[in-house]
């Protein structure tokens, strides 16, 4: 078809052209554009408006206004503006048109502030996909641009939660920023910080909700966690405060991403609950092993206090139980790992101790004590495995390896008990008691069987150590409850005194549960002191509670104390602490009858050293002179009897003069001279029974007593011990009457006068008045002395009949000689020698 048109005027004189309707292709796209806009959609319309011709303009913010007011007024025309912005965006990336992309991302963002309806929902999935294409692409500007978007998202608080919306892909893609590794730090650093806080927005946007829980799943956390830990791991200097740290600045938070992280590791605690606490605590064990950080172990002490100060005080309980599993876990591990280990849990419960503890104070003590027997173990198979050479040293590296573990373990035990409540403390002492490996006795419930004898002592030692930690600023109203008899039974058993830093122990242990009034520091070291007055030492009446425990276990003590001055390895520190023990009883639980009781106790020691039936060295025997000495000064001026305390300033003075060896201020000195033998020395060198009884007497003490001298008893557990008989260590006598010894002679009826029957008869008389002087004073021991002592040499008396009788049996009785042949033993193996039937003497009878 083809149309005419008019020519104007200016053209007439022309001739007629035909021309075609179809105009030049530039002008008839400019008129087809401009009639299709006006056709197209408002929200297209104006979200095209808000792009400038120049990107380096801007948004259009009038248009922007228009826009956002088009939103407001028609919220449910928010999807197709998400959706159309969000194809524009998708564009933009592609192409590379950053400036564009700037500018949509912020028209979202300002579009995503101002609109809350309930259309926002489909706006949000818009913006989601846009920010994941930002995520998505090679250009940290964008990514950074892509995050700081999602942070304003997340700071929005919803109506009504979507939970419908996942953010998988933003838990991963922001993880792996915050392990960015590129070539520019600056860049780098930037990266990282993105990555944070955009993990920092997934959780302020998913944990407040308690019906969207995802987040806390273990493969959400299995990469947020470690992101994190990553980016603490580049502190510098970690902090070592025992205290809730302060909070960063807000310059340290933008542009540290150790401290943004630090930060938001924290907030990522505060909000975990009771069901997901485990999941958080969990992917740092797996990254401190990862990175090897148990050994040196500064980095996770530092992410354990943050975690211990961070979650909620009632959950502590629940990081000790993984701090413990994982210890159970890596107990095959090197003895620096473990030791690492046990220094966070340290920590922890330091913090935890000040807070909630739990049910679990005694799944930790069991789990320490286990590690403790597997730690003594391991010493102990590295000793017997050790040889010469570079496997000696790295054997005795290996062992104090152990020894740190130990220590560790300890030092543990000691500050957990410390801050437990005095009657969890008691549970936890008896409990500790129970795992003491005691001789003869089968109550412990610490497997040692694979230990042997090094390696038993050596956890006694360890787990004593322990009870010492514990026991540590305990305060009994009564020292019933603080010393029951199913825990000092254990603890003085004869099987804990076979090495002297046992013995230490023992005594440090009951130090601990004696000192009530705190005096113990005042009595330190074994000295002569002046006046007692000048140490203003606190003590209270004695309530009845005390005297009947003294009436039923003072023996016990008593016997303790005497076998413990008598051992041969004894150094200057078991002087000190039998010296303390003696003072503490004294101060805490001595009426008069226990005061007799402790003097008698002294003078048997004194006797014992002069007699010397041990064979003691003379450093032993003038150390328990010593020791005497300072207790008997300490005790006259205790109890302030004047005659007494001339008695003893009188002797102490005479073996300054004459025996200074005697006195603990020259004996326990350095190259002390040391007397050749004690029996040659004067009376006056000696602290005499008669004066002491005559001083007291005239106080109104019952003095009847001190005549009787100290017998300790014999338990049970002394005929079971490997330790020597007890019999051999009291001095018992035991009277073999002179007509009780079957005489060869035979003695006739006639009767003889001569001198020898003369003499007979007079040292006969003199015989009888020595048999009637030790009647009255057997009588007389059995109106005063103590029913326990009385049992006490009775029972031993029967043991060492029974001992003797055994000893004739078993050389008298003998099996008979077998006709059949010998056995004989050479070279340590057993040979059987028969002899010929031929050769064999058959009796009589058996003949025919």
Not at 206 to 229: C, F, G, Y
Not at 627 to 632: D, P, Q, R, S, T
Not at 694 to 702: Q, V
């Amino acid at each position: 078809m083809k149309d005419y048109i008019q020519v104007p005027a200016a053209e007439l004189d022309k001739p007629y052209e035909l021309t075609s309707t179809r105009e030049s292709t530039p002008f008839l796209w400019l008129r087809v554009c401009c009639c299709c806009s006006a056709l197209r959609p408002r929200y297209k319309r104006l979200v095209d408006n808000i792009f400038p011709e120049d990107p380096k303009d801007g948004l259009v913010k009038a248009d922007m206004e228009k826009l956002t007011f088009y939103a407001v007024s028609a919220p449910e025309k928010l999807d197709r503006i998400g959706s159309y912005l969000a194809e524009r965006l998708s564009r933009d990336v592609v192409r590379h048109r950053s400036g564009y992309v700037l500018i949509a991302m912020e028209a979202l963002d300002q579009l995503l502030m101002a609109c809350h309806s309930q259309s926002i929902k489909p706006f949000v999935e818009s913006f989601l996909h846009m920010v994941a294409k930002l995520l998505e692409s090679g250009e940290p500007k964008l990514q950074v641009l892509g995050t700081n978007s999602f942070v304003k998202f997340a700071n929005i608080e919803e109506d009504t939660p979507s939970y419908h919306r996942r953010y998988d892909f933003f838990v991963s893609r922001f993880s792996a920023m915050c392990h960015s590794c590129h070539s520019d730090p600056e860049i780098r650093t930037e990266i990282r910080i993105a990555g944070i806080r955009g993990i920092q927005g997934v959780v302020r946007k998913t944990v407040n909700d308690e019906l969207r829980a995802t987040i806390w799943e273990p493969q959400h956390m299995d990469k947020i966690v470690p992101s994190l830990l990553f980016n603490m791991q580049k502190i510098e200097e970690v902090d070592s405060r025992t205290g809730p740290p302060p909070s960063p600045s807000a310059t340290d938070k933008e542009e540290n991403p150790a401290v943004l992280a630090e930060n938001c590791f924290r907030e990522l605690l505060g909000r975990a609950t009771f069901g997901n606490m485990n999941n958080a605590v969990r992917p740092v064990f797996a990254h401190l092993d990862h990175h090897k950080l148990w050994d040196p172990n500064e980095f996770a002490v530092h992410c354990f206090k943050i975690i211990m100060y961070s979650i909620q005080a009632q959950y502590s309980h629940h990081v000790i139980q993984e701090i413990l599993g994982h210890l159970d876990a890596r107990k095959k591990d090197s003895p620096r790992v473990r030791a690492g280990i046990i220094q966070v849990l340290l920590e922890a419960v330091a913090i935890a101790a000040k807070g909630s503890i739990g049910p679990t104070v005694l799944e930790v003590f069991n789990t320490l004590l286990k590690h403790l027997r597997l730690s003594v173990e391991f010493e102990a198979n590295d000793l017997q495995g050790g040889s010469v050479g570079s496997a000696s040293l790295n054997s005795s590296s290996k062992d104090n390896d152990e020894k740190i573990v130990q220590n560790a373990i300890i030092q543990t035990i000691g500050f957990f008990g410390s801050n437990l409540p005095d009657y969890q403390r008691s549970e936890i002492m008896m409990f500790i008691m129970g795992k003491v490996p005691v001789f003869g006795t089968s109550t412990h419930t610490l497997d040692i069987s694979q230990l042997g004898d090094l390696g038993t002592r050596r956890i006694q030692i360890m787990l004593l150590r322990s009870l010492l930690m514990v026991t540590s600023g305990y305060k009994a109203k009564t020292i019933v409850t603080a010393l029951p008899g199913s825990f000092l039974d254990p603890l003085l058993s004869p099987s804990l005194m076979e090495d002297y830093e046992l013995r230490q122990l023992v005594l440090e242990v009951m130090h601990n549960l004696m000192d009530r009034h705190d005096n113990r520091a005042k009595l330190r070291g074994i000295r002569i002191i002046p006046d007692v007055a000048d140490l203003k030492i606190k003590r209270e009446k004695i309530c009845r509670q005390d005297t009947s425990f003294m009436k039923k276990n003072g023996q016990q003590l008593y016997r303790h104390i005497y076998l413990g001055c008598k051992e041969e390895d004894n150094v200057q520190k078991n002087y000190e602490l039998l010296y303390t023990s003696l003072a503490l009883i004294t101060i805490e639980l001595a009426n008069e009858e226990v005061v007799i009781d402790l003097i008698r106790l002294a003078i048997a020691l004194q006797d014992s050293a002069i007699i010397n039936e041990d064979n003691l060295p003379m450093f032993h025997r003038c150390g328990i002179m010593a020791l005497v000495a300072a207790y008997l000064n300490f005790v006259s001026q205790m109890i302030a009897v004047p005659a007494f305390c001339q008695h003893v300033s009188k002797v102490i003075e005479i073996r300054t003069m004459e025996a200074p060896y005697f006195l603990p201020e020259h004996i326990f000195r350095d190259k002390c001279m040391l007397p050749k033998s004690l029996e040659k020395h004067d009376k006056n060198l000696y602290f005499l029974t008669n004066k002491i009884a005559e001083s007291l007497g005239g106080s109104g003490y019952s003095v009847e007593r001190l005549s009787v001298p100290y017998v300790p008893q014999v338990t049970d557990e002394d005929r079971l011990s490997r330790r020597k008989s007890i019999v051999d260590t009291v001095s018992i006598q035991v009277d073999i009457l002179p007509n009780s010894i079957p005489s060869d002679d035979v003695v006739s009826n006639t009767e003889e006068i001569t001198f020898e029957a003369l003499k007979k008869a007079i040292d006969t008389s003199g015989m009888e008045e020595q048999e009637k002087e030790k009647r009255r004073l057997v009588i007389e021991k059995f109106q005063k002395a103590p029913f326990e002592e009385i049992a006490a040499q009775c029972e031993s008396k029967a043991n060492l009949l029974h001992d003797r009788l055994a000893q004739i049996l078993e050389l008298t009785i003998r099996p008979p000689p077998s006709p059949s042949g010998t056995l004989t033993i050479t070279s340590g193996h057993a040979q059987y020698q028969s002899v010929p039937v031929y050769e064999m003497k058959f009796p009589d009878l058996c003949v025919y």
